[in-house]
């Protein structure tokens, strides 16, 4: 069967627009659409057209195009990306903004990621800020195991640390216990969904784990914030990503377990609050 041929009969056959057809097709044949086109001609394999089909079948049922195609760009960086990672999203680069002006003038900082996940935010802030000290912890050793291999895929230098939010950074794999480690910058995007939330079908096929907190969404940062503050240096800064509608709640719950830290609400593209800068 040519390419054109298959092409014109699942347009056809399949509820996904055609753009979506190519794009799976080219991810088949690790070709460009642009390809396709100018080879519309080509015979394909038997083996090519039953992963086709596969991959079709795939996305029919909500497997998004990140995990069809194995990675997701980020921060003008490819990433890794499979079903124990969260997808990255455009949302998630105002960290960077915000932590990149924090870093700016700055050098041989601490700095740590919380929940790491495909490891985007550190190595994005590695790859732009080279010279400070990078940590990064994930309750998932799958996970970790993907941020490894895009951290070497990037040549970034982090630490990589197996831990439930904080429980295990004060471990130094090398040497055995030691005091808790001190940071200048503390970087996480945790799990902030509600039960109601989780229904929407475009995050049914990913980690569960990654997102859901809870009956309101704050159970993972209302334990991270109750054990944070031993690990914060002096003028140090905590930046979180948040659903929109949590910016009131999360405030509360910093003011219980930082009274003295200064809370900003810094919004996104869409004048939605998505980050809090915590100034300790």
């Known amino acids: 069967m040519k390419v054109r041929e298959l092409l014109t009969n699942t347009y056809k056959s399949s509820p996904l627009l055609p753009a979506e057809i190519d794009s799976i097709l080219g991810i088949t044949l690790h070709k460009s659409k642009e390809y396709l086109y100018k080879k519309s001609d080509k015979n394909l394999t038997i083996s090519a057209i039953k992963k086709f089909k596969k991959l079709i079948i795939k996305r029919q049922t909500g497997w998004p195009m990140a995990y069809l195609r194995g990675w997701q760009e980020f921060y003008a960086l490819k990433f890794l990306v499979n079903k124990n990672t969260l997808i990255p999203r455009s949302d998630s680069e105002l960290i960077i903004d915000t932590s990149l002006e924090f870093l700016k003038n700055s050098k041989n900082l601490n700095i740590l990621d919380i929940g790491t996940g495909s490891g985007c935010l550190i190595?994005?802030?590695?790859?732009?800020?080279?010279?400070?000290?990078?940590?990064?912890?994930?309750?998932?050793?799958?996970?970790?195991?993907?941020?490894?291999?895009?951290?070497?895929?990037?040549?970034?230098?982090?630490?990589?640390?197996?831990?439930?939010?904080?429980?295990?950074?004060?471990?130094?794999?090398?040497?055995?216990?030691?005091?808790?480690?001190?940071?200048?910058?503390?970087?996480?995007?945790?799990?902030?969904?509600?039960?109601?939330?989780?229904?929407?079908?475009?995050?049914?096929?990913?980690?569960?784990?990654?997102?859901?907190?809870?009956?309101?969404?704050?159970?993972?940062?209302?334990?991270?914030?109750?054990?944070?503050?031993?690990?914060?240096?002096?003028?140090?800064?905590?930046?979180?990503?948040?659903?929109?509608?949590?910016?009131?709640?999360?405030?509360?719950?910093?003011?219980?377990?930082?009274?003295?830290?200064?809370?900003?609400?810094?919004?996104?593209?869409?004048?939605?609050?998505?980050?809090?800068?915590?100034?300790?």
């Not at 159970?219 to 979180?240: Q, V, W």
Request: aromatic share 4%.
């Open 123 to 280: 190595i994005a802030l590695a790859k732009n800020k080279a010279n400070n000290n990078y940590t990064a912890c994930d309750i998932s050793k799958s996970a970790l195991k993907t941020a490894k291999t895009n951290a070497r895929k990037h040549k970034t230098k982090i630490n990589f640390v197996h831990s439930d939010l904080l429980n295990n950074i004060s471990l130094d794999p090398s040497s055995g216990p030691k005091p808790a480690q001190k940071f200048d910058l503390i970087i996480a995007n945790l799990p902030y969904l509600t039960p109601q939330q989780m229904k929407e079908p475009s995050i049914k096929k990913e980690p569960r784990s990654a997102l859901l907190s809870g009956k309101d969404g704050l159970d993972h940062y209302t334990k991270l914030l109750s054990t944070i503050k031993p690990f914060l240096a002096p003028k140090s800064c905590i930046l979180l990503e948040i659903d929109p509608e949590q910016s009131k709640q999360i405030k509360t719950i910093i003011k219980q377990y930082l009274p003295q830290a200064k809370i900003e609400i810094i919004q996104d593209l869409n004048k939605l609050d998505r980050l809090i800068k915590i100034t300790a």
